[in-house]
């Protein structure tokens, strides 16, 4: 059986709320924007390059390799694990492809431009879900067969994107205007989108979806809880009120962490989806 969809293959939330920083220093270190965590080592996107971390004593990560990828507008917000090999998208050049078979030594293979400004993506068993952040931006599809190097088999013209997740055959994709699109991707290779929905969080920078419930947060602390039982009619459940978010993760049923900009986390209990409080 494949995996559930994930932008990651570990928990995630934003790459603050995965480890802590403040107890390395690195030029590489000054915006860290997204990790993923597997096994021992924590994968942390920055700005300007990528991070590894041994997190086997969790409480004393230590830095064992880094690998600068500046670029001309340095915006890389999200990494997704794929085995031995990383993916970190770039608004300004296109899709980092990296290999990290060795922590202490990752090396880019290549820099994939099949969606030239892509801003966030999803892994989903043996493909790769890129959107892109600009308004003309394409939804592109990417086969992983070749981990080492993702072959883009579709694009489908979307009006730009801010989050996107999955459930089932369908993609959730939110824009700055907080329409969401639902596309059926349940033929990976002809990616079609039924329509769009208004009336959702505008301008989300961060999103996460577990069982029926989808979460996105922007970067003024607005929150959106979102009911997705039937893909096809997703419904706002609830809004919460944070205080200078930046990422968001659903630890279970009932608990939800918001990562806040220099203010540490926030715990929400959404056992009553309609009514979130601070846990």
Known sequence: AQPAPSRDTGPRANASAAVNFSRQSTSLLTIPTDAVVSGNYAYCAALSGLIILDISSPSSPTIVGELSLVSPANQKWDIVLNGSYVYIPDT????????????????????????????????????????????????????????????????LGLFGGRTINKKGNYLFVIDDSGVLWLVDVSTPGSPTSPYGLSGFLANPWN????????????????????????????????????????????????????????????????????????A
């Not at 959107?131 to 086969?143: A, P, T």
């Not at 806040?260 to 009553?272: A, E, M, P, S, T």
């Open 207 to 278: 999103s996460d979806l577990r069982g029926n419930l989808l979460a996105t947060v922007d970067l003024n602390g607005n929150v959106q809880f979102v009911n997705v039982t039937n893909p096809l009619l997703p419904a706002v459940y609830s809004s919460y009120t944070a205080t200078a978010s930046q990422g968001i993760g659903i630890l279970n049923d009932t608990l939800v962490v918001v990562a806040r900009k220099n203010l540490g986390l926030q715990v929400l209990n959404v056992g009553d989806p309609f009514t979130p409080v601070s």
């Open 92 to 155: 300004s050049v296109g899709l980092y492809v990296i290999d990290v078979s060795t922590p202490s030594a990752p090396a880019l293979v290549t820099i994939n431009t099949y969606i030239a400004k892509p801003w966030r993506i999803l892994r989903d068993g043996n493909y790769l879900y890129a959107i892109g952040r600009e308004s003309s931006g394409n939804l592109g599809v990417y086969d992983l067969t070749d981990p080492a190097n993702p072959s883009g088999i579709a694009t």
